[in-house]
């Protein structure tokens, strides 16, 4: 089993940034890859970025390219999502999950463990 426990969401004005957590506990947490995905009011949840259990790989969603950062610390067995230059559309419940697959981590089906999510709010 893993726990995911996220934090790091808030409200800020669009342009800002936000650094999201995802503090794992459990099974070896190096041994996985980890993704966020997102789901605003009225939408369905999409992907946000995913870095691969051997961190050598990411992967981005077009809208968040360039903007968005995933990065893992092993040592601290925590992820995070560092989102800059913000819009409204940001805006939605961003929940982190975990995955002993290495490819597909765009696909939610793909997660084996999810967290129960943290709010950002970004208005314009």
């Known amino acids: 089993q893993v726990q995911l426990v996220e934090s790091g969401g808030g409200l800020v004005q669009a342009g800002e940034s936000l650094r999201l957590s995802c503090a794992a506990s459990g099974r070896t947490f190096n041994r996985y890859s980890m993704a966020w995905f997102r789901q605003a009011p009225g939408k369905e949840r999409e992907f946000v970025a995913a870095?691969?259990?051997?961190?050598?790989?990411?992967y981005y969603a077009d809208s968040v390219k360039g903007r968005f950062t995933i990065s893992s610390d092993n040592a601290k067995n925590t992820v995070y999502l560092q989102m800059n230059i913000l819009k409204p559309e940001d805006t939605a419940v961003y929940s982190c999950?975990?995955?002993?697959?290495?490819?597909?981590?765009?696909?939610?089906?793909?997660?084996?463990?999810w967290g129960k999510g943290t709010l950002v709010t970004v208005s314009s």
């Open positions: 870095i691969s259990w051997s961190s050598a790989n990411t």
């Open positions: 999950a975990a995955s002993q697959q290495s490819i597909g981590l765009r696909y939610a089906n793909r997660m084996d463990y």
